[in-house]
């Protein structure tokens, strides 16, 4: 089993920058595929990003595609995402995942433990 806290939502202006950290504790981090997922209000969660768990293998979705970068640190037991150019279309509250699966899944429920979640807001 393994322990996710999201780190570093906040408030942005379009077209600014923000990096989400999620720590892991537990289990051996290196285990898990490791993915993004948010949710904006009135809407269904979707997949944003997922890496393997070497890093040597990354999945985006369209959206996120060109502006965001999903990476780990093996060592510091930690998963990254560096969000530029935002968009207010990327306001939701961010969840980082683990899977056991090491295919890089795009589905929700293909992940069996998840952060809190950590809320992003771009102002236009």
């Known amino acids: 089993q393994v322990q996710l806290v999201d780190i570093g939502g906040g408030l942005v202006q379009a077209g600014g920058s923000l990096r989400l950290s999620c720590a892991a504790s537990?289990?051996?981090?290196?285990?898990?595929?490791m993915g993004w997922f948010r949710q904006a209000p009135g809407k269904e969660r979707e997949f944003v990003a997922a890496?393997?768990?070497?890093?040597?293998?990354?999945r985006y979705a369209d959206s996120a595609q060109g502006r965001f970068t999903i990476s780990r640190d093996n060592a510091k037991n930690t998963v990254y995402l560096q969000m530029n150019n935002l968009k207010p279309e990327d306001t939701a509250v961010y969840y980082c995942?683990?899977?056991?699966?090491?295919?890089?899944?795009?589905?929700?429920?293909?992940?069996?433990?998840w952060g809190q979640g950590t809320q992003v807001t771009v102002s236009s």
């Open positions: 890496i393997n768990w070497s890093g040597g293998s990354t």
């Open positions: 995942a683990a899977t056991w699966r090491v295919v890089l899944t795009t589905l929700a429920d293909e992940y069996a433990y």
């Open positions: 537990g289990r051996s981090f290196t285990m898990y595929t």
